[in-house]
């Protein structure tokens, strides 16, 4: 499975940004598609997750309201749709793909295969 993240860059707060992920090989074998976020000096977060089939998406506190998570499947493509951005939201952002139960969809270690990441910058 390969996954290509793209779309970051550096933006004012405020500002809105969207991430798109695609990804190819074998994602039929992965149920759970997902976006975290790693800041500097900070630990991996979880930002929203769904399955590819359908259903809820979930997103993590920070972000609820403000971004939204969906996905082409026809394209196996997922994207972040990111609203009135913070200089808190300035991470490195990863898509990723498990077969985690939906109750662990928030976890990093339920995902097997990470995308490269695309840098986010809010700028205050």
């Known amino acids: 499975v390969q996954l290509q993240a793209s779309g970051g860059g550096l933006v004012q707060a405020g500002d809105s940004l969207r991430l798109s992920c695609a990804a190819s090989g074998r994602t039929f074998s992965s149920r759970n598609v997902g976006w975290f976020r790693q800041a500097p000096g900070k630990e991996r977060e979880f930002v929203a997750a769904t399955r590819w089939s359908g259903g809820s998406v979930y997103y993590g506190d920070s972000v609820k309201g403000r971004f939204t998570m969906s996905r082409d499947n026809a394209k196996r493509q997922v994207y972040l749709q990111m609203n009135s951005l913070k200089p808190e939201d300035t991470a490195v952002y990863y898509c990723?793909?498990?077969?985690?139960?939906?109750?662990?969809?928030?976890?990093?270690?339920?995902?097997?295969?990470w995308g490269q990441g695309t840098l986010v910058t809010v700028s205050s």
């Open positions: 990723a793909v498990g077969n985690g139960i939906l109750s662990a969809l928030h976890y990093a270690d339920q995902y097997n295969y």
